[in-house]
């Protein structure tokens, strides 16, 4: 009797466990929270996942007094004051819950002497996938940017970079655009961003200044992460580019322009966090510039 329908039954059961079961969507009270709220319903109706809203509360500390025997009045107000916006928050992102066809729960968490960014990323290690807005505005985008890098860096999970534009991202993707580089950073993009990949009409492997190593000469970029990729029911193609002096994020951006991909797959931080901010990179670059979502694992 041939075993392959059970075969078959495996594999198939083995790929229905590469979905997302549990997605943070972690708050920056700015307008990208409306498209990052977007985005993970919309990723939670294809996955039949549930919704964490995370908000994390930079709580003020009283100055030190050593006379002082009495809790500073000014800060009780206005801890009183950061509760109670927050609870309003939280009963505005419960009241869009319904409407986008999804269960979740707000959670509120207060830093006092913990970081906003490092707490943010603790409670997103529960989750299978954190999305997280950017505001369209360079300036408040700098303001996020440490609680992303935290959630990237600290988290141990995939983050969802979701542009803070009016139309809701389309997701999951039709087109997508894996940026690959042979790194950890790159490989584990890759295999974080399966659900979303397998669920692609088109999947592009992008390579830039390629070099030649043990396992791929230049005539077979690629090939052995496709070979991959075709074992989860991926099809994908490999699209080489050089720089040509320009920047690595410049040559992603454009590439994944012309393929119209709906989504980015890209390594983060492969380079120290400190030397990026500094002097530069392609994942910051990204986080500024890039006008559809990535998805980036470290």
Not at 22 to 45: C, N, Y
Not at 113 to 140: F, H
Not at 159 to 172: A, I, Q
Not at 205 to 214: C, H, K, Y
Request: with cysteine; proline share 6%; charged share 20%.
């Amino acid at each position: 009797m041939s075993s392959t329908p059970a075969m078959h039954t495996s594999a198939t059961a083995s790929r229905e466990l590469s979905i997302f079961r549990d997605i943070a969507v972690v708050t920056t009270d700015m307008p990208g929270d409306v498209s990052a709220l977007a985005a993970a319903a919309a990723l939670a109706r294809r996955y039949g996942a549930e919704l964490e809203i995370v908000q994390v509360l930079a709580m003020p500390l009283p100055a030190v007094d050593a006379w002082a025997l009495m809790p500073d009045p000014a800060c009780t107000s206005r801890y009183a004051d950061l509760r109670a916006q927050a609870a309003r928050r939280s009963a505005e992102f419960q009241r869009r819950l319904p409407p986008l066809g999804v269960e979740g729960r707000v959670r509120t968490f207060e830093a006092f002497y913990e970081s906003v960014a490092g707490m943010a990323a603790t409670a997103a290690r529960r989750a299978d996938l954190s999305v997280i807005g950017r505001p369209l505005a360079s300036s408040d985008a700098a303001a996020i940017h440490d609680r992303f890098a935290a959630l990237l860096l600290e988290s141990g999970r995939p983050v969802l970079l979701v542009p803070g534009d009016r139309e809701p991202p389309k997701l999951p993707p039709r087109h997508a655009l894996v940026a690959w580089s042979d790194t950890r950073e790159a490989a584990r993009a890759v295999h974080d961003a399966l659900p979303l990949l397998e669920a692609a009409e088109s999947v592009e492997i992008l390579m830039v200044d390629p070099t030649a190593n043990f396992l791929e000469d230049a005539a077979n970029f690629g090939t052995t992460l496709c070979t991959h990729l075709e074992r989860h029911g991926v099809t994908a193609h490999v699209v080489t580019e050089k720089t040509r002096g320009r920047y690595v994020s410049g040559v992603i951006l454009d590439r994944a322009s012309r393929a119209k991909a709906q989504l980015i797959v890209a390594g983060g931080y492969g380079h120290t966090r400190l030397r990026e901010w500094v002097i530069g990179g392609t994942t910051r670059d990204l986080f500024f510039d890039s006008p559809v979502p990535i998805l980036f694992s470290h």
